[in-house]
């Protein structure tokens, strides 16, 4: 999907600061940070809409979201610890509180994060 | 709260078996279901959706019905190809904006 590209696809930290990035280019309005962990589903971390943060599901405070525009988010991770090894999914969807009706969820391709 | 399960954890079949993977929802209402598939080193990628009972959703010949009084919506395939190996989840849309994904199923096809 080169619709939503992320940035950077693989990164291996030690306990020093980085930050994920994330770019769509299909003019939606919502978008969202997901945490899939090895041979598990994708989990909600934060959702942006409009540039405002509308959902924080628990997240250590070492993740800080950014949504510098409506296109843009950025994942800012401090500190990290061996438990924040996992791929880090931006996605998108037209609007926020439409996913109950069928409104679409489109994923990027991910960056994988190896804590050592 | 609302859920999504899925039975299978991991199904192996040979080419042009038939696929079944079972999925069920707990959930108020009529919510959204979705069907996404992931490649190995890549993101889910959006299948199909269905919104209201009765409704079938279909893509690449996979298909499935929303079934309320079942609350069922079953991914089905006719005939099944190596190509199609990979790990597939059902989901639910919420009310409160959050996509809930299934457990996942691996799907491994022979040639």
């Known amino acids: 999907n080169t619709k939503i590209t992320q940035s950077p696809r693989y990164l291996i930290l030690g306990r020093a600061n980085k930050s994920l990035e994330c770019e769509q280019h299909?003019?939606?309005?919502?978008m969202y940070w997901y945490k899939q962990s090895a041979e598990k589903p994708p989990e909600l971390m934060f959702l942006?809409?409009?540039?405002?943060?509308?959902r924080n599901e628990t997240v250590p405070s070492r993740f800080i979201p950014e949504c510098p525009d409506s296109s843009k988010l950025l994942l800012h991770i401090s500190a990290v610890d061996p438990e924040d090894s996992a791929v880090y999914f931006c996605?998108?969807?037209?609007?926020?509180?439409?996913?109950?009706?069928?409104?679409?969820?489109?994923f990027g391709e991910g960056s994988r994060l190896i804590v050592v | 709260g609302d859920s999504v399960t899925q039975t299978e954890g991991q199904v192996a079949l040979s080419e042009e078996d038939f696929l079944t993977i079972h999925c069920n929802y707990s959930?108020?209402?009529?919510?959204?279901l979705f069907w996404y598939v992931q490649y190995p080193g890549e993101g889910p990628q959006f299948l199909f959706r269905a919104s209201r009972d009765k409704e079938k959703g279909s893509s690449r010949g996979f298909e499935a019905t929303y079934d309320k009084g079942t609350t069922s919506f079953h991914l089905r395939k006719a005939s099944v190809q190596e190509s199609d190996s990979a790990v597939y989840y059902c989901a639910l849309g919420s009310n409160y904006n959050v996509l809930y994904f299934g457990s996942g199923t691996k799907l491994t096809v022979e040639p």
């Open positions: 942006y809409n409009l540039k405002q943060l509308i």
């Open positions: 959930a108020s209402g009529y919510p959204a």
């Open positions: 996605a998108s969807s037209q609007e926020e509180g439409a996913l109950y009706s069928g409104n679409t969820l489109y």
């Open positions: 299909l003019g939606h309005n919502a």
